[in-house]
């Protein structure tokens, strides 16, 4: 069970405001770009995260740049999971790899601040605040095997390739 | 019940009989990363337990994204792009060579192929009908270590064009057309299949630009059919061999066809901050304009290149709107100074970039300041896209761009030419 607080975002939230190409130079060093991360989306967000709070997207999430940092610093954030009405495929793929559970839902209800209890096993969201029950659509069997080990690199490490 | 090409291509690089929704594990024949995401790719490479590059001929490391490097950063990670391309064998595309999409068209992909990069606008080698896409840097890395990946056969949308552009209308305005018509998320995970009558008179440079803005809908691949005007390019290029003819089948199953007539568009524009953002540029005359930017993967070409010195060569950029040039490659840059369109872009005013892509995403060479607005050929017009927040970007074909650059402020290309 994932338990935390909802920090809310519009749509198209692109990498470019995830982790902005000015910030280039800071790739190799990601515990700095970390610091950066969401930032020109909402400059307080790398300040106010806690471990296990979520990022909640609208339409469209992640679009854009394949930057796989995009998912990787919002896990280094200790973000639990990112929860949106629909997300970009590259994005969506990046963040599996990563580890990181993305959940499609009806979003737009949740409000910034919200606290939010994640059963990943059951497919629900509980807002805990607003008193309400939603459920995500299913992580397609091939990504949650993925998901499951951690990510893509730990996937392989075990099998050795792709066991679908 | 036949197959679209994305089908097509899939199911002989799976063994499989691929059809939409199937999860196959296809053959990759070419894999690339480039200088910003490059770096993460290796050491997710190094750290994966596979100890060899499956194949090193077709794995390509490209510094094109911050080059010439403006710190000692990401000088830094190209030197380690460098130790690594000497210590593996993989082949390494210097800073000055090119952008990456530019040279895989021109160099390295092949119709029927299946090209993985690390970077969202590989999806541009679908106008050779190769079903490239962009990934991740770890399903790059693995891609480069097992030669093979995982993909759910997409979904098709069928785009039926038919007529033929009017003057002063070009490729870029279809797509940016076509983005606003579906929306930034209107393909998403989707091929977006171009067909109709008007495609046997599409260039392939022309193509390049469709498919290189594929991504900017949400879609997986942009794919066009490999036919003469393909052989022609690979043959003009000294890879005629590379050919193969791929159409889809007749009786492919579309998920839903879109038809436009090219007769009836006119010169677009996307506004910022999204791609689907769009108006024609008559509705946006008077949007001042303090720079220009001709470039990048999606119109960074010698086609681009002749049309931005035929509305401004013998003429002056305006004084209040900076114009930078970057020709996508090397190749494009010595056939441009060749030609005369480099010359004449320079007397008009223009500050020419090495060829490259810094300007495009915002890493140097072309950074806004605050409030300053942007008209550029690119891809994307992100908030933040070009280095600062605080600034805005339009997006347009080249010649609108050139128009723009005369006038200094949002030009429907057709009152210059």
Not at chain 2, 316 to 333: D, E, G, M
Request: net charge neutral; with cysteine; charged share 20%.
């Amino acid at each position: 069970m994932l338990k935390g607080k909802a920090f809310k975002f519009g749509d198209n939230i692109s990498t470019d405001l995830i982790v902005p190409g000015r910030l280039a130079h800071l790739r190799s060093n990601l515990p700095e770009l970390a610091k950066h991360v969401l930032e020109d989306a909402d400059p307080t967000f790398a300040s106010r995260v806690k471990p296990g709070d979520f990022v909640v997207g609208g339409r469209n999430f992640g679009l854009g740049s394949s930057r796989e940092h995009a998912p990787l610093v919002i896990k280094m954030a200790g973000v639990s999971a990112v929860l949106a009405q629909s997300v970009a495929r590259i994005f969506f793929r990046n963040a599996i790899n990563q580890g990181l559970p993305v959940l499609i839902c009806d979003t737009t209800r949740i409000k910034d601040g919200d606290e939010l209890e994640v059963d990943l096993e059951a497919g629900v969201v509980r807002d805990l605040t607003a008193g309400e029950k939603l459920t995500f659509g299913k992580i397609p069997p091939v990504m949650l095997s993925i998901l499951k080990e951690g990510g893509l690199l730990a996937y392989i490490k075990k099998y050795g390739d792709f066991k679908l | 019940m036949g197959k679209t090409i994305a089908e097509k291509i899939l199911s002989q690089k799976s063994g499989a009989d691929a059809r939409a929704g199937d999860i196959v594990i296809a053959q990759v024949d070419l894999v690339f990363v480039q200088d910003t995401t490059g770096p993460l790719t290796l050491r997710q490479f190094q750290q994966s337990g596979i100890t060899k590059v499956a194949n090193p001929e077709k794995t390509v490391l490209f510094i094109d994204h911050a080059a010439p490097s403006p710190s000692s950063a990401l000088s830094n990670d190209h030197i380690f792009l460098r130790q690594f391309a000497a210590q593996t064998g993989v082949r390494l595309s210097e800073a000055g060579d090119g952008v990456c999409h530019q040279i895989v068209a021109e160099s390295l992909a092949k119709p029927g192929d299946v090209v993985v990069g690390a970077d969202s606008h590989t999806v541009m080698a679908g106008g050779l009908g190769a079903f490239a896409t962009g990934m991740g840097s770890s399903d790059v890395a693995i891609a480069m270590g097992l030669g093979k990946t995982w993909f759910r056969v997409p979904e098709t949308i069928k785009v039926l064009l038919k007529g033929a552009f009017s003057r002063g209308v070009y490729a870029k305005d279809l797509i940016l057309h076509l983005i606003g018509m579906i929306g930034a998320d209107g393909a998403t995970y989707r091929s977006l299949e171009f067909a109709g009558e008007a495609v046997g008179r599409m260039s392939v440079p022309e193509r390049l630009t469709i498919s290189n803005m594929a991504v900017e809908a949400g879609a997986k691949v942009g794919l066009f059919p490999s036919d003469e005007l393909t052989r022609e390019y690979l043959e003009a290029h000294k890879r005629g061999r590379d050919y193969q003819p791929i159409f889809p089948d007749k009786d492919a199953v579309y998920e839903q066809v879109i038809e436009i007539d090219l007769s009836k568009l006119e010169p677009t524009v996307a506004k910022p901050h999204t791609v689907d953002n769009t108006a024609t540029a008559r509705e946006l005359k008077g949007t001042k304009i303090q720079q220009v930017f001709i470039g990048t993967c999606t119109n960074g070409r010698l086609e681009d290149l002749a049309i931005a010195a035929s509305i401004l060569g013998g003429k002056q950029r305006h004084p209040q709107t900076r114009l930078i040039v970057a020709p996508a490659s090397r190749t494009v840059l010595m056939e441009g100074i060749k030609m005369g369109y480099i010359p004449a872009l320079i007397e008009a005013g223009a500050i020419v970039l090495p060829p490259g892509c810094g300007a495009c995403l915002g890493v140097h060479q072309g950074v806004l300041g605050n409030g300053e607005a942007c008209l550029s050929t690119a891809n994307r017009n992100f908030k933040g896209r070009m280095g600062n927040p605080e600034s805005f970007i339009y997006l347009a074909s080249t010649a609108t761009a050139a128009a723009t650059a005369l006038r200094g402020e949002i030009t429907d290309p057709r009152e210059v030419m």
